[in-house]
């Protein structure tokens, strides 16, 4: 059977876990962009700790992936929750360091003239801050998505959900029937959903950057 063949006759466990890969993605990218915005904000008049939180971000990002995972074993036992949270911890990184950026590149004369106009420092957060910061918080969150899909198909190794499952089997049984096309199908459903994403990330910051900022983007 050839790997065309091997698609089509289980398209529809493929698709399952295809589906099963984009939802834990975006589960963990919501709560680590909801994660790193807090801390963003939190930290504004705190730089030190941002500098800090910032650290133990980075730092965490570069804990191996199976280690890590591995890691959650003891505390979450196997399955979705260690996975999400996983992925969360690797996602946040990216996202904080492009929030902290953001914020800082607002202008300020803009938020004088917000501080002016009698906003409070929320309405200036969400009014001003926020939609000017978008871009670039955006692409923290594209780059956060695109690397997290990646790292999902490790979450096989807890028993998490996901296309991984499809690769860590065909590579244990590698040298058997249809070892190989499993592994395959696993890698190739993996780049096309990173694909997928990164074109429908490139489309929301079209139709969700202020018009004022597009030229600047």
């Known amino acids: 059977m050839n790997f065309f063949d091997y698609v089509d006759e289980n398209q529809a466990r493929i698709s399952f876990l295809l589906i099963q890969h984009i939802e834990v993605v975006m589960i963990s990218v919501m709560l680590a962009t909801v994660l790193s915005l807090i801390i963003a904000v939190a930290t504004e008049t705190l730089p030190q700790v941002r500098k800090v939180a910032l650290s133990v971000a980075g730092t965490i990002l570069t804990i191996p992936s199976f280690a890590l995972f591995g890691l959650m074993i003891p505390l979450f036992g196997l399955g979705v929750v260690p996975t999400v949270l996983a992925l969360t911890v690797y996602a946040v990184f990216p996202i904080l360091r492009n929030a902290v950026t953001g914020f800082e590149t607002v202008d300020e004369g803009v938020i004088d003239a917000a501080r002016g106009m009698g906003m409070g420092s929320w309405q ?94």
Not at 192 to 209: E, H, M, N, P, Q
């Open 124 to 217: 200036r957060l969400w009014r001003i801050r926020v939609p000017l910061a978008w871009p670039v918080i955006l692409n923290g969150i594209r780059v956060a998505t695109i690397m997290v899909v990646a790292i999902a198909a490790i979450g096989a190794a807890v028993r998490g959900p996901g296309l991984g499952e499809l690769i860590f089997r065909g590579l244990s049984r590698i040298g058997g029937a249809n070892a190989l096309n499993e592994a395959l199908a696993g890698v190739v459903a993996i780049v096309a959903v990173a694909a997928i994403l990164d074109l429908l990330f490139i489309f929301l910051g079209r139709i969700s950057t202020p018009r004022g900022l597009k030229l600047h983007v």
